[in-house]
């Protein structure tokens, strides 16, 4: 039995209740249980399509859910699961951003860059697949291909969110972008062809570099683009004020 | 549903985006709830965590602090009741920006600071719906709390 926290703005829907105990095992069921139980509070954290609403964060014993496995975060017993609300606003007409969690994605450039550097120096072309694989599942999941590395160094307090305000789709599609060089990389491996297939590694690993330490992601300029000519599909314009593309910068 | 502040409040509340501005100032409205009536005690101004070159039109508070301030309330005997923030050199209405991110129950009061003076300001509520925001009477009373 786990509990979650609901915030002061939230209580009118629970009967007055800040504290709710669950039988959920996860971030998500724990959610759907408390909505079936109060339907009132259902429409207040998931929008018609069902999409939690943006100013919705859970903390999972002080720790954003984000960083851990979103909804899929495994319950324990005695757990306490904090809904927080976003407080954001402001005059401008803007498309609804959310909290994009940087760090994570550093992170995952950073151990995608390593492995496949070490991939080219030791010769060992078995790994290029392993990376276009993960790259491609975390497209596929919407999450970081080395996710699981930066779950670790969370745990041991090595490193610290950075929520930015911004659309996680084009880093979702230049993920995919990455993933696909290093699947067409692996198939010139196979085809006898390694100059071939360590170029477009090295179109990865420098396209990585530039978004790791420039803070330049090529792939979500692309998208960007793909939206200004009116791609279907790819429905968010870049953030106002910065370059298509360009990091937005940390909140101080 | 009305909100009540004291002069002496918004003063201060004044006072918060007249120094911020140009950027956006915000922070969160401590009180009590009365029925249909939020009196707002107390104001605590909050840092803007917004991406630095677009405070000019946005604001937005980390949502630890917002465990912090309910912490807080709660010690002090009282409930968060609302957030206020000002929109520089733009009238006290709701934005598109400010629907999305619109919280359910809390009162929105926005100040318009105008060339770095906050002039009017106007409450607002999420309509349960999602679907817009609606004033609410805001009646700023002369004597203190």
New interface residues.
């Given amino acids: 039995m786990s509990s979650i926290r609901v915030?002061?703005?939230?209580r009118?829907?629970t009967g007055g209740q800040g504290e709710v105990a669950v039988e959920a095992v996860t971030v998500g069921a724990a959610l759907q249980e408390l909505a079936v139980r109060f339907p009132a509070l259902a429409?207040?954290l998931f929008?018609p399509e069902g999409q939690l609403?943006?100013?919705v964060?859970l903390?999972l014993n002080?720790e954003d859910v984000r960083s851990l496995a979103g909804e899929h975060t495994p319950l324990s017993e005695g757990d306490r699961l904090?809904i927080?609300?976003?407080?954001?606003?402001?005059?401008?007409?803007?498309t609804?951003l959310k909290a994009v969690d940087h760090s994570a994605l550093q992170t995952s450039m950073a151990v995608r860059m390593g492995a496949l550097i070490a991939a080219f120096v030791t010769d060992q072309t078995w790994l290029v697949p392993i990376v276009a694989a993960l790259m491609l599942i975390g497209t596929a999941r919407g999450k970081p291909d080395f996710g699981f590395a930066y779950r670790a160094l969370r745990k041991l307090n090595w490193i610290a969110p950075d929520l930015?305000?911004d659309n996680p789709e084009p880093h979702r599609f230049a993920l995919g972008v990455g993933g696909t060089l290093l699947a067409a990389a692996t198939v010139a491996f196979i085809a006898g062809l390694p100059v071939v297939g360590w170029g477009l590694t090295w179109v990865v690993i420098a396209l990585t570099g530039l978004n790791l330490f420039a803070g330049f992601c090529v792939g979500c300029a692309v998208y960007y683009w793909l939206n200004r000519i009116g791609m279907p599909g790819f429905i968010k314009a870049p953030?106002?004020?910065?370059i298509p593309g360009q990091r937005?910068?940390?909140?101080? | 549903m009305s909100l009540r502040v004291s002069s002496e409040l918004m003063a201060e509340i004044g006072r918060h985006g007249e120094e911020q501005y140009p950027e956006e100032a915000a922070g969160l409205l401590l009180g009590a709830v009365d029925g249909e009536t939020r009196s707002a005690r107390r104001v605590l101004p909050l840092a803007n965590v917004f991406d630095s070159e677009q405070r000019g039109r946005r604001y937005l508070i980390n949502p630890l602090d917002i465990l912090h301030a309910e912490d807080e309330a709660e010690r002090v005997g009282m409930d968060v009741v609302g957030v206020f923030h000002s929109h520089p050199d733009h009238p006290p209405t709701p934005s598109k920006f400010d629907l999305d991110w619109a919280v359910p129950w809390y009162v929105y009061l926005i100040t318009s600071v105008r060339e770095g003076v906050a002039s009017e300001s106007r409450a607002w509520k999420l309509q349960d719906d999602h679907s817009q925001m609606i004033e609410e009477l805001l009646t700023v009373e002369q004597e203190a709390r």
């Fill in positions: 915030p002061t703005a939230l009118a829907y429409t207040h929008s609403r943006p100013y964060n903390f002080d904090m927080l609300p976003s407080v954001a606003g402001g005059w401008t007409m803007s609804s930015i305000p953030p106002p004020g910065i937005p910068s940390r909140p101080e």
